[in-house]
Structures are given as C-alpha cells and as structure tokens.
C-alpha cells in the first residue's frame, strides 16, 4: 500500500534577494490551502508554501511568511 502523504518539495537554483526564503526543502504539514497540502520550510519555521488563486484567476505556488499565510493572500517571498 502506498503511503498517501505528500513527498517533501525541494526548491533550489534562485539567486535573486529573496533566495534566502525560497530556496531549501519544504516538508508537508497536516494542512491544507485550496484543497492542497501547505509546506513548511525545514529549519524555518515562519516559511510556507502554499497554492493560491491569482488574482488573474489563475493558480500558483507561493512561498510565504506565516502573518500571510491562507487562501486570500497573494503575498510572498517569490
């Protein structure tokens, strides 16, 4: 039987500012955001990744800091 926990998710490979928050491996959580799991930044517990909806009404990923996360912030490091 296959285990039905998401695997961790490994972001690597940004050199701009922000590349501090967004680069890294990012473990799932028990949450969810738009009916997909919500990530936490291994070794910073104040970075998520999370699905969001656009406001052009279209779906990303965003790396975000915890006073931001949840569906309606469009808010994040990148």
Do not use: H
Request: glycine share 8%; net charge neutral; hydrophobic share 30%.
């Amino acid at each position: 039987m296959r285990d039905s926990k998401p695997a961790s998710v490994v972001i690597k490979g940004s050199i701009e500012d922000r590349s501090k928050y967004v680069n890294g491996v990012f473990e799932p959580t028990d949450e969810v955001c738009n009916g997909l799991p919500v990530y936490q930044k291994m070794g910073d517990p104040d970075t998520w990744l999370e699905m969001v909806k656009t406001n052009a009404g279209t779906w990303r990923w965003y790396v975000k800091p915890t006073k931001e996360k949840g569906p309606d912030s469009s808010i994040c490091f990148g």
